[in-house]
């Protein structure tokens, strides 16, 4: 047993991230911690797995077990130059024989869908193989503790479930695991449910039980599970049901709702971003080549809000670093306002037009105040009113600046730092804004904000690129959605005709997410829903309305 005794842990002084935690953790359990953004469950994993040491209090591990922690960030937990020899690291260091160390190593390649990639630079990998690639580097030590933190956040929805399906396997065989995750849902079938605030565990037990009494999760800045909101806004008093089954056994109410129309796009005539034939190849010329990009053909019209999907490796991040300059294709052209892409002397003129957001974009971060940050791309580009557009950028996205401008960015929380990186880039003003997964390893709360961020920013006229795994927020955010796989685009619909190719979408590896197939439920038990609704979250949404209360 684990035993945590009086646990507090602070980065500054006077600031406990940690405050007096007092835990056992057993052997065997299957464990999820949630909690907010902020709320001290990395530190908390971190100070269990040895890499932070108290500042007051104890943790106790018996000197029998040992503890694996994986980081949220794969590219904080790579430090090899080779797949392979990332997954052996760990065992080198434990001084394991080596014919046993190429077996094991060759186990993981095949275990996680990496073996195609041994010889390959982990950095050229997707963010989803990355994380693999991390998650394998620890179950090849082979710990009775394997720590995760937000496993799930950089995965497809696919790969997302056989993660899942890997957790439980090591469940199986002995092993624990303790998840720190985002969603509620994801601790549906663990044994054991640990609720974090502020640096304190608020609640601790049952998963069904915390779960099912949404009032007191909203208190502690989370949501109940998928089918519970949908119950709580349609007046189902607590204990709500958490799962489809219990949802769908039971009789809702809906009051009379209005028709969903999609909303039409004021576009204009032609695309503001065109990409022809494009063709990409990571080290083109060497022996392991790899071609992300084949003969690619897309179009962006102004003020269009498209998603792009596929699965991991599918080649949609490095589609995205294209459209302003950041990779050059070796065959085929891409068109942003009249510009060529390929053209060095364009370049400025292009970044200044296309606003990039990447995967985790706090990582941009660097300056000692917001202020500082978010000047910093206007100031490079040389434009003018620098005040004013920092001031305009944190508005835009929810940051009131004479409360942010001078605040330190390190010291924010992890959705402030989200929106200050976003700022950022809007404080450039872009006529296009490409956004690569922007919701990973933001909590429910967080991501909501996000999404009604980049709704705002498409009604002001904004152009949006949306890379992401999540159907769910595609078809409630977009206009379009485009599909990428191997390198190529696959599909290229209206959301309407998305939702009616389920089947195909299914071939390409996006699943159909827990939140659409409810509704689907609910509509084949005779339920009157709108066309227009599509996910559990828009009909909950639709109900506060229709009953007089708020969307949100």
Same mark, same amino acid.
């Given at each position: 047993?684990?035993?945590?005794?009086?646990?507090?842990?602070?980065?500054?002084?006077?600031?406990?991230?940690?405050?007096?935690?007092?835990?056992?953790?057993?052997?065997?359990?299957?464990?999820?911690?949630?909690?907010?953004?902020?709320?001290?469950?990395?530190?908390?994993?971190?100070?269990?797995?040895?890499?932070?040491?108290?500042?007051?209090?104890?943790?106790?591990?018996?000197?029998?077990?040992?503890?694996?922690?994986?980081?949220?960030?794969?590219?904080?937990?790579?430090?090899?130059?080779?797949?392979?020899?990332?997954?052996?690291?760990?065992?080198?260091?434990?001084?394991?024989?080596?014919? +046993?160390?190429?077996?094991?190593?060759?186990?993981?390649?095949?275990?996680?869908?990496?073996?195609?990639?041994?010889?390959?630079?982990?950095?050229?990998?997707?963010?989803?193989?990355?994380?693999?690639?991390?998650?394998?580097?620890?179950?090849?030590?082979?710990?009775?503790?394997?720590?995760?933190?937000?496993?799930?956040?950089?995965?497809?929805?696919?790969?997302?479930?056989?993660?899942?399906?890997?957790?439980?396997?090591?469940?199986?065989?002995?092993?624990?695991?303790?998840?720190?995750?985002?969603?509620?849902?994801?601790?549906?079938?663990?044994?054991?449910?640990?609720?974090?605030?502020?640096?304190?565990?608020?609640?601790?037990?049952?998963?069904?039980?915390?779960?099912?009494?949404? +009032?007191?999760?909203?208190?502690?800045?989370?949501?109940?599970?998928?089918?519970?909101?949908?119950?709580?806004?349609?007046?189902?008093?607590?204990?709500?049901?958490?799962?489809?089954?219990?949802?769908?056994?039971?009789?809702?109410?809906?009051?009379?709702?209005?028709?969903?129309?999609?909303?039409?796009? *004021?576009?204009?005539?032609?695309?503001?971003?065109?990409?022809?034939?494009?063709?990409?190849?990571?080290?083109?010329?060497?022996?392991?080549?790899?071609?992300?990009?084949?003969?690619?053909?897309?179009?962006?019209?102004?003020? +269009?809000?498209?998603?792009?999907?596929?699965?991991?490796?599918?080649?949609?991040?490095?589609?995205?670093?294209?459209?302003?300059?950041?990779?050059?294709?070796?065959?085929?052209?891409?068109?942003?306002?009249?510009?060529?892409?390929?053209?060095?002397?364009?370049?400025?003129?292009?970044?200044?037009?296309?606003?990039?957001?990447?995967?985790?974009?706090?990582?941009?971060?660097?300056?000692?105040?917001?202020?500082?940050?978010?000047?910093?791309?206007?100031?490079?580009?040389?434009?003018?009113?620098?005040?004013?557009?920092?001031?305009?950028?944190?508005?835009?996205?929810?940051? +009131?600046?004479?409360?942010?401008?001078?605040?330190?960015?390190?010291?924010?929380?992890?959705?402030?730092?989200?929106?200050?990186?976003?700022?950022?880039?809007?404080?450039?003003?872009?006529?296009?804004?490409?956004?690569?997964?922007?919701?990973?390893?933001?909590?429910?709360?967080?991501?909501?904000?996000?999404?009604?961020?980049?709704?705002?920013?498409?009604?002001?006229?904004?152009?949006?690129?949306?890379?992401?795994?999540?159907?769910?927020?595609?078809?409630?955010?977009?206009?379009?959605?485009?599909?990428?796989?191997?390198?190529?685009?696959?599909?290229?619909?209206?959301?309407?005709?998305?939702? *009616?190719?389920?089947?195909?979408?299914?071939?390409?590896?996006?699943?159909?997410?827990?939140?659409?197939?409810?509704?689907?439920?609910?509509?084949?038990?005779?339920?009157?829903?709108?066309?227009?609704?599509?996910?559990?979250?828009?009909?909950?949404?639709?109900?506060?309305?229709?009953?007089?209360?708020?969307?949100?």
């Amino acid at each position: 047993m684990i035993k945590i005794r009086a646990l507090s842990y602070a980065y500054l002084p006077d600031t406990p991230v940690l405050d007096g935690i007092d835990l056992d953790l057993r052997p065997g359990e299957r464990v999820t911690v949630l909690g907010a953004n902020g709320s001290g469950k990395s530190t908390f994993l971190k100070c269990i797995a040895g890499l932070l040491s108290p500042t007051q209090g104890t943790v106790t591990v018996p000197d029998s077990y040992r503890t694996g922690l994986v980081f949220q960030n794969p590219d904080d937990q790579i430090v090899s130059p080779v797949v392979e020899s990332e997954i052996a690291f760990g065992l080198e260091n434990l001084g394991v024989p080596h014919p +046993e160390m190429v077996e094991r190593v060759d186990e993981i390649l095949h275990r996680f869908d990496l073996i195609d990639f041994g010889k390959h630079d982990p950095h050229s990998l997707s963010g989803g193989e990355r994380q693999r690639l991390a998650i394998g580097g620890i179950v090849v030590l082979r710990p009775d503790f394997i720590l995760f933190d937000e496993p799930y956040s950089m995965l497809d929805p696919s790969f997302r479930d056989e993660i899942r399906d890997v957790i439980h396997s090591l469940h199986d065989d002995g092993l624990t695991p303790i998840v720190v995750a985002q969603d509620p849902d994801d601790a549906l079938g663990s044994d054991r449910l640990i609720v974090f605030d502020k640096g304190q565990i608020v609640l601790d037990g049952k998963p069904e039980e915390i779960l099912s009494r949404p +009032e007191k999760l909203k208190l502690h800045r989370l949501s109940t599970t998928t089918s519970g909101r949908l119950a709580a806004a349609c007046g189902h008093r607590s204990p709500v049901p958490v799962t489809h089954a219990a949802l769908t056994s039971t009789t809702l109410e809906l009051p009379q709702l209005p028709s969903q129309e999609s909303p039409t796009p *004021a576009m204009s005539p032609s695309p503001i971003v065109q990409v022809i034939d494009l063709c990409f190849t990571y080290n083109s010329g060497e022996p392991h080549a790899h071609q992300a990009l084949f003969d690619v053909d897309f179009s962006l019209d102004q003020g +269009e809000f498209v998603s792009l999907m596929g699965p991991s490796g599918s080649g949609k991040s490095t589609f995205a670093l294209h459209l302003n300059g950041l990779h050059i294709g070796e065959s085929g052209r891409v068109i942003v306002d009249g510009l060529d892409v390929s053209d060095s002397k364009s370049h400025d003129d292009i970044r200044q037009k296309v606003g990039l957001v990447f995967q985790f974009p706090e990582m941009q971060l660097f300056a000692e105040t917001v202020e500082e940050d978010v000047a910093y791309g206007p100031a490079n580009l040389d434009l003018d009113s620098i005040p004013d557009r920092v001031d305009r950028a944190l508005a835009s996205v929810g940051l +009131e600046p004479d409360l942010f401008r001078r605040r330190n960015p390190f010291t924010l929380s992890g959705g402030e730092r989200r929106r200050v990186a976003l700022a950022g880039i809007l404080a450039t003003n872009p006529s296009v804004l490409v956004l690569d997964e922007p919701s990973a390893g933001l909590d429910p709360s967080g991501a909501d904000e996000l999404d009604r961020i980049l709704q705002k920013l498409r009604a002001d006229g904004t152009t949006i690129l949306l890379v992401t795994h999540d159907l769910s927020r595609a078809v409630t955010l977009s206009d379009r959605i485009v599909v990428m796989q191997q390198g190529r685009v696959s599909f290229n619909a209206s959301v309407d005709t998305t939702l *009616a190719n389920r089947e195909l979408l299914q071939d390409l590896g996006i699943p159909t997410p827990s939140a659409i197939e409810l509704v689907d439920t609910l509509r084949a038990s005779g339920l009157l829903i709108p066309s227009g609704l599509h996910t559990s979250d828009q009909l909950a949404r639709a109900v506060r309305l229709g009953s007089g209360g708020s969307a949100v």
